[in-house]
């Protein structure tokens, strides 16, 4: 029913937690030609995840994002942070089941990532679920309509 926009680029962004994580996708979207915006963090170096969620957040609520990635350590700060924006549903997913649940069921339109607990290449693994799972609407169309304030 419902898929990304694959013609606009994608948001990304982490902190210094996520950093290396980030650099993986970033590989895994330019081989696979996906036109992206990297909102940072650029370095190892200790920031706030705020600092790098709400300009993802932002890009994607807007409109010139089709779609937003996030990570951090837990991915439990870049998630709060992006779900204060009200046309925000980011998805804490650390197992691909989960992603695929957060988009057939929610429509999560940004996926965040807890690169402290996920082994390697699974990272890629949920993106690509994500990414290519699209919203079921019917009943959980009439769920996601409520959650806003």
Known sequence: ???FDLTKPIAIGCDHAGFDCKEELISLLEGESRSFKDYGTFSKDSVDYPDFA???ANAVESGE????????GSANGVAITANKHQGIRAALCWEVEIAEL????????????????ISDGDAEKILDVFMNTAFEGGRHANRVEKISC
Do not use: E, Q, Y
Request: proline share 7%; charged share 15%; net charge positive.
């Open 54 to 56: 709400h300009p993802v």
């Open 102 to 117: 957060a988009r057939k069921h929610n429509d999560a339109n940004i996926v965040c990532i807890p690169a402290r607990f």
């Open 65 to 72: 994002a089709s779609f937003g990635i996030l990570l951090c």
């Open 1 to 3: 029913m419902n898929t």
